[in-house]
T-cell receptor, first 111, second 112 residues
Framework: QKEVEQNSGPLSVPEGAIASLNCTYS??????FFWYRQYSGKSPELIMS????GDKEDGRFTAQLNKASQYVSLLIRDSQPSDSATYLC???????????FGRGTSLIVHP | SQTIHQWPATLVQPVGSPLSLECTVE??????LYWYRQAAGRGLQLLFY??????ISSEVPQNLSASRPQDRQFILSSKKLLLSDSGFYLC???????????FGPGTRLLVL
């Protein structure tokens, strides 16, 4: 069973701070990694994908991948109350094209 | 651009009643299609996926079934709902062989 682990939170950060969300995975052969944002009562929406070790930046979001340590993280700079949501990590195991989703981390950004 | 639709948005059904949820995708052809369930406070559970018309793979044995009668249409069904079938049902699509999934708005099902 390929596993994707996330701390359920909630992670509470003040407005303007950096929010750091982490995810670990069990399948060392995994090649594709995704972060989704899910507002309460809504469906997940794709934020970023990352495939290579290192950092990938998109606006206020930075995804970081470390395959040797089997973790992927998402940094949100200048956090806003509108960033308050559950963030899902998804990892595609080796030999598959269907990602396994973590249970998500709840982020609360307070003014 | 591609769009994915699901209906109904919400549904309240009695135990033992049938179910039919529909998902359609626009703006792409021959997509992979997926049905997920998200129970309260839990992660996404993959129920079914399809790589083409009439081709259905089941991930979890249960009283649900899926069908793909047309290229961009995916249907989730049940003959008799259980209380445990309550949840948020999400349809997703990806390009054929692609790993990036895009989700529809979801159907919230409450079985009483």
């Amino acid at each position: 069973q390929k596993e994707v682990e996330q701390n359920s939170g909630p992670l509470s950060v003040p407005e303007g701070a950096i929010a750091s969300l982490n995810c670990t995975y069990s399948d060392r052969g995994s090649q594709s990694f995704f972060w989704y944002r899910q507002y309460s009562g809504k469906s997940p929406e794709l934020i970023m994908s990352i495939y290579s070790n290192g950092d990938k930046e998109d606006g206020r979001f930075t995804a970081q991948l470390n395959k040797a340590s089997q973790y992927v993280s998402l940094l949100i700079r200048d956090s806003q109350p509108s960033d308050s949501a559950t963030y899902l990590c998804a990892v595609t195991p080796g030999g598959s094209y269907i990602p396994t989703f973590g249970r998500g981390t709840s982020l609360i950004v307070h003014p | 651009s591609q769009t994915i639709h699901q209906w109904p948005a919400t549904l309240v059904q009695p135990v033992g009643s049938p179910l039919s949820l529909e998902c359609t995708v626009e703006g792409t052809s021959n997509p992979n299609l997926y049905w997920y369930r998200q129970a309260a406070g839990r992660g996404l559970q993959l129920l079914f996926y399809s790589v083409g018309i009439g081709q259905i793979s089941s991930e979890v044995p249960q009283n649900l079934s899926a069908s793909r009668p047309q290229d961009r249409q995916f249907i989730l069904s049940s003959k008799k709902l259980l209380l445990s079938d309550s949840g948020f049902y999400l349809c997703a699509w990806s390009h054929q062989g692609g790993e990036t999934q895009y989700f529809g708005p979801g159907t919230r099902l409450l079985v009483l």
